[in-house]
């Protein structure tokens, strides 16, 4: 358990990105994930249209890095590097667990998907139109090195 076994295209445009944020840049982001058959169904449960479309902006990669990108461990969690960004479609698309995890202020539906990569990766995605996904967190898990 926890060997990536799948390589997505969108992997080394995310770690781009995200390294270009930690640097600095403010340059603006908006980057779609392709979506799996197997999180089209998952969403169906909790979705009235059917879901087309995961993307994550620059916003949503400085708030992670904000938040998660630093003394994560005083939390019980491993901080967030650039290079963590690669598991995000894995981690959405061949989830271990998902769950709707609330709404936010606006009623638009929370969720959390978690899949194991030599630890524990989180991702949380906020319902973003009728068929889309955007991703707002992600974190490790305490377990040892979370790495795809």
């Known amino acids: 358990m926890g060997i990536k076994t799948m390589t997505y295209s969108e992997e080394s445009l995310l770690v781009g990105a995200a390294e270009s944020i930690w640097e600095g840049s403010d340059a603006r ?39 998660h990108g630093a003394a994560e461990e005083e939390r019980g969690q491993q901080t967030i590097t650039p290079q963590d960004f690669a598991c995000i479609p894995e981690g959405l698309n061949d989830f271990d667990t998902y769950e709707l995890a609330d709404t936010d202020k606006l009623g638009n539906k929370k969720f959390l998907l978690q899949k194991d990569m030599d630890g524990k990766i989180y991702v949380v995605t906020i319902r973003r139109g009728k068929r889309k996904l955007q991703i707002k967190k992600m974190w490790k898990g305490d377990q040892s090195g979370a790495s795809c």
């Open 29 to 67: 982001v908006n980057i779609g994930i392709d979506v799996s058959e197997k999180l089209v169904d998952a969403m169906r449960l909790f979705l009235e249209d059917e879901l087309a479309l995961v993307f994550i902006t620059d916003s949503d990669i400085r708030h992670i890095k904000r938040k």
